[in-house]
């Protein structure tokens, strides 16, 4: 005789937001460690650990605390800690009902394993450095040369390129040129704030590496500070918004392109006044 698990049918647990979110701070900073990660988390090292390695589980408590360290949307909180219940109420009813909220929640924020393959192409930058650069006068359609031209190995390239084509974002013109199929890609509104966070994170890198990398007539690195009214960051993050396409259709209309370049704007508080919002981007 077999019983049936209890556990529902799913893409991911609740220890893949914590494996991710790891794995994003590593490859921000290769010196992270799961020690520090713990340290961050305000959990024993061991205890992490275990969790992980699907030894223990934690609490609802708990669940709602990470999900605040985690710095998750509130969606993605409510996804996090019905995992959590799903899998470790001692309530059959409660464990039943997380259950559903799990399919419901995450059914809405798109946590599929497709999904979650096409969140990659948004949050990690090379896509949209593979996407440009067909664009420019001596593009090559091999993974050797663009490789080269990005500073990456071939076989990032190479799995780049394969998610690129599964989405459609990528194809080939009948002189077998690479071509990009779209002009707009932008991430969705259901798009994970963790993997946003690590796009922004990898632009941020890229651009200090720059500055000891490119001549100044190359660049343009400048930066302002000013005191503002709180109530008008919706209207500053609309002006930036506006600044961005205009600027974006006035360069990219030129035909005659030879480099990708990445335009980064950062708008962000230096002091440390408690924030009203009730999402954490």
């Known amino acids: 005789m077999t019983t049936k698990s209890t556990r529902p ?4 647990s ?5 494996q991710q979110e790891f794995n994003s701070r590593c490859q921000r900073n290769p010196n992270y460690s799961l020690r520090a990660f713990a340290r961050d988390l305000d959990m024993w090292p061991s205890k992490l650990s275990e969790v992980l390695n699907e030894k223990c589980g934690i609490s609802s408590g708990t669940a709602k605390t990470l999900s605040k360290r985690l710095r998750l949307s509130p969606d993605e909180s409510a996804h996090f800690m019905a995992l959590v219940e799903s899998e470790h109420s001692r309530s059959p009813a409660r464990k039943r009902a997380a259950i559903e909220k799990v399919k419901v929640v995450g059914a809405a924020l798109g946590f ?25 006068v001596d593009f090559q359609s091999n993974e050797k040369w663009i490789a080269t031209r990005l500073g990456v190995s071939a076989g990032e390239v190479k799995e780049a390129v394969a998610r690129l084509r599964t989405f459609g974002l990528l194809a080939t013109d009948s002189n077998g040129r ?10 969705p509104e259901f798009f994970p704030s963790r993997e946003k966070r690590n796009h ?26 000013m005191a503002i009214a709180s109530e008008q960051m919706e209207e500053a993050r609309t ?21 990708v370049f990445s335009l980064a704007i950062q708008f962000f508080p230096l002091d440390d006044k408690p924030r009203k919002s009730k999402e954490i981007k």
Do not use: G, P
């Open 9 to 12: 049918e799913r893409d991911i």
């Open 178 to 187: 690479w071509v990009q199929t779209t002009t707009d890609l932008a991430a």
């Open 14 to 18: 609740y220890r893949t937001y914590l």
């Open 200 to 225: 922004h994170a990898q632009i941020l890198n890229k651009s200090m590496a720059a500055i000891d990398r490119f001549a100044s007539h190359e660049r343009d690195f400048s930066s302002m500070t």
């Open 239 to 259: 002006a930036i918004r506006t600044f961005r396409r205009s600027f974006t259709r006035r360069f990219q209309a030129n035909k005659n392109k030879d480099r």
């Open 112 to 136: 599929s394993e497709l999904d979650l393959e096409r969140f990659k192409v948004i949050s990690d930058w090379i896509h949209f450095a593979i996407l440009e650069l067909c664009d420019v």
